[in-house]
């Protein structure tokens, strides 16, 4: 027996970036359970496209969706800022 696909609307699609933006954050690997490696730059780009989807529907969103978006930003805001980037990590020192 296949799942049940989920209606196309604004707010699967605000979960569905939200929960990539998670998994880049070093989320769990919804296949196998393993831990994925925490990626900062690929966790703000998801976050970048939620604020663009945020500005673009503008005016089209209704209250529930606009309350829905507004958390799930802020939500991810304050993940994304204890990332640090690659480029930052401290050097291991080699024995």
Not at 9 to 24: D, G, I, K, P, V
Not at 64 to 89: F, G, H, N
Request: charged letters at 20%; hydrophobic letters at 45%; a negative charge.
């Amino acid at each position: 027996m296949t799942p049940a696909v989920p209606e196309a609307s604004l707010t699967a699609l605000m979960q569905f970036l939200a929960e990539m933006a998670l998994l880049c954050m070093g989320g769990q690997n919804p296949m196998t359970k393993e831990p994925l490696p925490a990626n900062p730059a690929m966790a703000r780009f998801y976050v970048d496209l939620l604020s663009v989807l945020k500005a673009k529907t503008e005016g089209s969103r209704t209250e529930t969706e606009t309350a829905q978006l507004d958390e799930i930003l802020y939500q991810l805001r304050m993940r994304v800022m204890d990332l640090k980037p690659a480029a930052e990590s401290p050097a291991v020192p080699k024995s």
